[in-house]
C-alpha cells in the first residue's frame, strides 16, 4: 500500500474516529513507541530489540486492543503503519516531534525538532504531541540553549492550534564514559519542571511527562512544583517489574498525575507477555 497507494496514509487520518483526550475515567493510559525514530533500540540486553517492525507492530496492536488503553505515542512512521492498519480507531493519538537528538551521538543534547510539527498534527486531526527537553548545564555547546529555545516554540505553536503537548523534561550531565544521563533525584526533576512548566507564551495547553524519582518516596514533593497536569514516564523496567509496579501505583495517587505513558516496559516485558503486563499497567490507573 506504501508503494502503490501512498494517499491511503491522509484518507485513513481523515476517516479516523476520535475521541476526547480524557475518556470518562479521567485517567490517560498511551503506550509509546517514539524509541526507534531516535536510533534507541535496545531493551535489557538485546541492543536490537526494537529494530523488527512487523514485531513491533503485532506487540502495539496487541497493546491497543487491550480493556483501558487509550492511545500511542509515536512518530509518523509507525502511527501511520497503525492508521492503515486500522489500529487507531477511538484512541489518543500523540506524535513524537523532536528527535534529533540521537541516542549516543556527541550532539545528544541538540535535540532538533525532526518529526511532527504542529501544523502536521493538526492536519492529521491527532490528539497531542510530545516533546523531549534534556538539558544539561555544563553543556559545551549550544545543544542544550538551542533544543530549549525550540522547545519554546513548539508550545506556542501547539497552543495557536488549542493542542496539548506532553513536555518531557531531565536535567542531564555527560558521565566519564560520554554517556549522557539523566539526573533521577528529586532536586533535579523539580528542578526540570519546573523549567518545561515557562516555556512558551502560554502553559494552557501543556502537560508534563515526568520520570519517577530514584526514592519514589519524594513523588509528592516533586509533583507540588507544578499545577500543570502530569503523566508519568514509564523508563526502563530491568528485572524487578513488580517493584516498578509498586513506584508507579504511588505516584499515580498524586492530585496532577492524570495517567502512564510506558513503552519498552510493556511492550517488551521480561516474561514476554505483553496483555499481562499491559493489563497490570492498567490496574495501577
Keep these: 500500500m506504501r508503494a502503490r497507494r501512498p494517499g491511503a496514509v491522509a484518507e485513513a487520518a481523515a476517516r479516523r ?33 526494537m529494530a523488527d517492525r512487523a514485531d513491533l507492530l503485532e506487540r502495539l496492536c496487541l ?5 483501558g488503553v487509550d492511545g500511542v505515542l509515536g512518530t509518523a512512521d509507525v502511527l501511520e503503519d497503525l492508521l492503515l492498519l486500522g489500529a487507531l480507531e477511538d484512541k489518543v493519538v500523540v506524535g513524537s516531534m523532536n528527535r534529533g537528538g540521537l541516542a549516543g551521538a556527541a550532539f545528544e543534547t541538540d535535540d532538533r525538532f525532526t518529526g511532527y510539527r504542529a501544523q502536521d498534527l493538526a492536519a492529521a486531526s491527532f490528539d497531542a504531541g510530545k516533546l523531549l527537553l534534556r538539558v544539561d548545564y555544563a553543556d559545551p555547546g549550544p545543544g542544550s540553549a538551542a533544543t530549549l ?23 542531564c550531565r555527560r558521565e566519564a564514559d560520554g554517556r549522557l544521563r539523566s539526573d533521577l533525584s528529586a532536586a533535579a526533576v523539580v528542578r526540570s519542571i519546573t523549567i518545561a512548566s515557562g516555556l512558551g507564551g502560554t502553559s494552557a495547553y501543556t502537560w508534563l511527562k515526568v520520570p519517577v524519582t530514584r526514592d519514589p518516596e519524594e513523588m509528592a514533593r516533586v509533583m507540588a512544583a507544578s499545577t500543570l497536569p502530569a503523566v508519568l514516564l514509564g523508563g526502563e523496567v530491568g528485572d524487578d517489574q513488580e517493584g516498578t509496579y509498586e513506584k508507579w501505583r504511588g505516584a499515580l495517587r498524586l492530585p496532577t498525575v492524570q495517567g502512564l505513558v510506558a513503552g519498552r516496559s510493556l511492550l517488551y516485558p521480561a516474561d514476554g507477555d505483553v496483555a499481562k503486563a499491559v493489563d497490570t499497567a492498567v490496574g495501577l490507573l
Excluded: T, W
Excluded at 480524557?22 to 536510533?39: E, F, K, V, Y
Excluded at 497493546?63 to 480493556?67: E, K, T, W
Excluded at 525550540?150 to 492550534?161: E, F, G, I, K
Design 17 to 49: 474516529r476520535r475521541r476526547p483526550l480524557l475518556g470518562d475515567s479521567g485517567r490517560l493510559m498511551i503506550i509509546a513507541a517514539d524509541h526507534p525514530a531516535r536510533g534507541a533500540l535496545r531493551v535489557g540486553a538485546d541492543p536490537l530489540a
Design 63 to 67: 497493546a491497543l486492543s487491550r480493556p
Design 149 to 171: 529555545l525550540s522547545a519554546a516554540r513548539a508550545v506556542d505553536a501547539m497552543a495557536a492550534h488549542r493542542l496539548p503537548v506532553f513536555v518531557e523534561p531531565f536535567i
